[in-house]
């Protein structure tokens, strides 16, 4: 299992840009944003060719990439998007999102979305095991493999599980 983490933004505005932007007459905003997106996908591509290049070479068949969403519904527009703080911190999640779906797609993996909230509902129905045997497994395997082994990497595993045992994806 791969742990490691693809950095998409090199400069605080780049972390956060639907922030960053917010303050800008549109046109300008809407410019800023595509700027920035470019610079996530590129540096995404690149990070992600590089681990599939390592998973590769150590005999890995790497066959899709799961991103696990948020809510699952479209972004409003841009006006509406920062004209509403809760939205502009989803909308920053988005963008690093996407800009991880593209890179996956560029190089060929097909992207599976679950969201969040819907995950253990999904594994369980896929795996045919209750939450709490689910729960053990991803327990020991961070206890196998060590740090780091957050919520993050808990949840993508058995995001990573689900969509490799569930037929529709």
């Known amino acids: 299992m791969d742990r490691r983490r693809i950095e998409m933004a090199d400069d605080p505005e780049a972390k956060q840009p639907y922030h960053a932007v917010e303050d800008l007459p549109m ?3 809407a410019a800023e944003l595509a700027r920035l ?10 990070a992600l060719g590089a681990a599939l290049q390592d998973l590769r070479a150590e005999g890995y068949d790497v066959v899709r990439t799961v991103i696990l969403a948020a809510s699952g519904r479209p972004l409003p527009p841009l006006e509406s998007v920062l004209a509403s ?11 690093f999102r996407d800009a991880l779906a593209a890179a996956s797609e560029g190089h060929r993996l097909p992207v599976t979305r679950i969201r969040e909230k819907e995950l253990r509902a999904q594994a369980e129905a896929a795996l045919r095991r209750p939450a ?3 729960q053990a497994a991803v327990t ?3 206890k196998a493999l060590g740090p780091p082994w957050t919520q993050d990497q808990k949840l ?3 995001g990573a599980w ?3 045992a569930d037929p529709k994806y």
Request: charged share 20%; proline share 3%; glycine share 6%.
């Open 85 to 95: 703080h809760a939205l502009i911190h989803t909308a920053d999640g988005e963008h």
């Open 132 to 134: 709490s045997d689910l």
């Open 156 to 158: 993508s595993a058995l």
């Open 27 to 29: 046109p300008k905003a």
């Open 37 to 46: 997106s470019r610079q996530a996908r590129e540096r995404a591509a690149a």
């Open 162 to 164: 689900t969509a490799l």
């Open 140 to 142: 020991a395997w961070g």
